[in-house]
C-alpha cells in the first residue's frame, strides 16, 4: 500500500494534546498582520486574522530615520492586537519586524513607545531569518515536494530561498519591496513606460548577481507568497486561468494593461482591490524581474509565508516530513474517526486505483491517486454531526477547514469526493476543474464508492487482495471479478454492487460484477 495513505506513531504523538492558543504577528513594512490560532490534536486551527495597514516603509526617509507619524500609526495598530492578546503568556506569543524596522536607525524609539501599549517582547530579525521563516511557512502548508524555489514580495524587501523539503539551501533578502519601489519609482501614483522601466531594471540589478547559483540548484516548483503575488495570481484566476498559474506571459500581458493606465487610481483590473492598486505597480515590476532574473517558467501562488512559519516554529512536533499526514492525522483525533475503518476503506481504494488505467492526464496520476487515498480516509469526518447526510457533513467540513498540505484545487476535490461517495450519482454533481479532467474526476468518484462499498461491513468485512477491475471497450463499462463464492459469502457487497449498478444508470456508466 502507498506509504503516504499510513499514520506511523513517530509522525505524531497518539492520543489527544492539550489545548494551547498562539499568536504570531507580522510587523511588515506595508500592514501588520496577526493569526491567533490553537495547537489541538497536532494541528493548527486558525481562529482569528487581523489586518491593519499602516505603511511603515512610508515614513523611512533617506537617512533611514522612522517618522513619529509612521511610529504612532505602528503603536496604535499594536495597541488594537494587544486587546486581542490579553491572557496570552510570553512564551504563546511570536513578534517580528522585518525590512522597515530593520533599516530604521531609531527603531529603539519605535520598540520603547510600543512596549507602553503592548506587553510582548518584539524581536527585529535579519533578513536571511525572515527569508528562512518564509520558507518555513510556506513548505507548512503546500504540498509541493521536493526542492523549491520560494519567491516573497513584502513592502520593504524580497525574499527569495532554494530548499529541499523542509531544509533551505540558500535564502537571500534585498531591498526591493512594492512600498519603498512605489515612493521611489511611482511619485504621486504616476505610472508611465519609463517609470516602470526604471523599477524593473533596479530590481533587476538588486538580484542579478544570484541568478546563476539559484539557477544552477534548479527546482521541480516554483511557489510566492505574500501581497503582491496573491494580487497578481487573484488577477489571473478572474481573467485568464482558475488556477492562477503564474507566467511570463501573463505577467507581461498584466504589464500591457497596467501601463494603459495614467495613475494608481485609473487601474481597472478585474480581480484587483482597489486597496492594493499602490503597490500592485511596483510589485509587478519586482515580479517581472525575478521572472526574468531567475528564468522562472511558471509560479503557484502559497496561502503560507512569513506568519505561518512563525505559528510552526512554536511547536516542536510540526517537524514532520509529511504535511498531509499530521493535516489528517489532527482531523482524526478532532474529529474522532473511526481509524481502523478509515484504513480499510483506503486499502480498497488503493488496490483498485492501481488496476485502473484509462486515465487521461497521467502527469496528474500519483497526485490525483494520493488525494483518493485521503478522501478514503476522511469520508467519514462528518458522522461526528449526524450519520443521515454524512457525506454532505462530511464534504462541508473538509470545503471550509484549513488544510495545510492541500492546494485550493485538491482541497475541492477531496470535498467533492466525499461529498458524492453514497447516494444516486447526477451529472449536477460532477462540478468542473481547471486541473483535472472530467473522466478522471468520475474515474476518482467510482473508484471511492466502490471502496466504501466492499467495506460497508466494517470490522466484519472479509479481508481480500483477490479483486480484479477491467474496463471494456468504453472506458465508462467497468468490469469487476471477486475470488470464486466470495460474493455469495458476502451478500451485503453483492447488494450494494447491484444497486451501485443501477444509481450509475443516469450517467450512463456501467458496472458489471462477478
Not at 481547471?434 to 474526476?441: G, N, P, S, T
Not at 458476502?490 to 450509475?504: A, C, G, K
Amino acid at each position: 500500500m502507498n506509504n503516504e495513505i499510513q499514520f506511523e506513531q513517530e509522525i505524531l504523538p497518539q492520543g489527544r494534546t492539550n489545548v494551547r492558543e498562539i499568536a504570531a504577528i507580522d510587523l511588515g513594512s506595508n500592514s501588520f498582520h496577526m493569526i491567533v490560532a490553537r495547537i489541538m490534536n497536532g494541528s493548527i486551527q486558525v481562529l482569528s486574522r487581523l489586518k491593519q495597514k499602516v505603511k511603515l516603509a512610508e515614513g523611512l526617509d533617506e537617512n533611514a530615520v522612522l517618522s513619529q507619524e509612521a511610529i504612532t500609526r505602528g503603536v496604535n495598530c499594536l495597541a488594537l492586537f494587544a486587546e486581542r492578546l490579553q491572557g496570552f503568556a510570553p512564551e504563546n506569543v511570536n513578534v517580528v519586524g522585518t525590512y522597515t524596522l530593520r533599516r530604521a536607525v531609531n527603531n529603539d524609539e519605535f520598540l520603547r513607545q510600543a512596549a507602553a501599549v503592548f506587553p510582548y517582547p518584539i524581536n527585529i530579525i535579519s533578513g536571511q531569518t525572515e527569508a528562512k521563516t518564509i520558507y518555513a511557512g510556506v513548505c507548512h502548508t503546500q504540498p509541493e515536494k521536493g526542492r523549491k524555489l520560494v519567491v516573497d514580495i513584502g513592502g520593504g524587501s524580497t525574499e527569495m530561498i532554494v530548499g529541499d523539503d523542509f531544509t533551505p539551501i540558500i535564502a537571500q533578502s534585498r531591498h526591493m519591496g512594492c512600498v519603498s519601489f512605489a515612493s521611489q519609482y511611482f511619485k504621486h501614483g504616476e505610472i508611465s513606460q519609463e517609470n516602470f522601466e526604471k523599477a524593473y531594471q533596479s530590481a533587476v540589478n538588486k538580484i542579478e548577481d544570484l541568478g546563476w547559483e539559484y539557477r544552477n540548484l534548479g527546482w521541480q516548483s516554483v511557489l510566492g507568497s505574500s501581497g503582491t503575488i496573491k494580487t497578481v495570481h487573484q488577477v489571473i484566476a478572474a481573467t485568464l486561468d482558475p488556477n492562477g498559474i503564474i507566467t511570463k506571459a501573463r505577467l507581461n500581458d498584466l504589464v500591457e494593461q497596467t501601463l494603459q493606465a495614467r495613475h494608481f487610481d485609473e487601474l481597472n483590473l478585474i480581480g484587483l482591490n482597489p486597496d492594493r492598486a499602490d503597490v500592485f505597480v511596483p510589485g509587478l515590476a519586482i515580479l517581472s524581474a525575478v521572472f526574468d532574473v531567475f528564468h522562472i517558467d511558471n509560479m503557484r501562488y502559497s496561502d503560507g509565508a512569513l506568519r505561518e512559519g512563525m505559528i510552526y516554529s512554536l511547536e516542536k512536533n510540526f517537524q514532520v516530513a509529511d504535511i498531509r499526514a499530521r493535516t489528517a492525522w489532527g482531523l482524526t483525533e478532532q474529529f474522532d474517526i473511526d481509524t481502523a475503518q478509515a484504513h480499510r476503506t483506503a486499502g480498497s481504494a488503493n488496490l483498485l486505483a492501481h488496476q485502473y488505467t484509462q486515465w487521461r492526464n497521467p502527469i496528474l496520476l500519483e497526485e490525483m491517486q494520493s488525494v483518493l487515498l485521503w478522501a478514503a480516509r476522511l469520508h467519514e469526518v462528518g458522522l461526528v454531526i449526524n450519520h443521515k447526510g454524512m457525506q454532505k457533513h462530511s464534504a462541508y467540513i473538509l470545503q471550509n477547514m484549513e488544510l495545510p498540505g492541500f492546494d485550493r484545487e485538491q482541497q475541492r476535490l477531496l470535498a467533492l469526493l466525499v461529498r458524492v461517495h453514497i447516494g444516486v450519482l447526477k451529472s449536477s454533481d460532477i462540478i468542473p476543474f481547471a486541473r483535472y479532467d472530467e473522466q478522471d474526476v468520475l474515474a476518482l468518484i467510482r473508484l471511492l464508492r466502490l471502496a466504501v462499498i466492499l467495506n460497508k461491513s466494517r470490522q466484519a468485512t472479509e479481508k481480500t487482495q483477490t479483486i480484479t477491475l477491467k474496463t471494456l471497450r468504453h472506458p465508462t463499462d467497468w468490469v469487476l471479478t471477486f475470488e470464486p463464492a466470495y460474493l455469495e459469502r458476502n451478500p451485503l457487497i453483492w447488494n450494494e454492487l447491484r444497486q451501485e449498478s443501477h444509481n450509475l444508470k443516469e450517467l450512463e456508466l456501467g458496472l458489471v460484477f462477478n
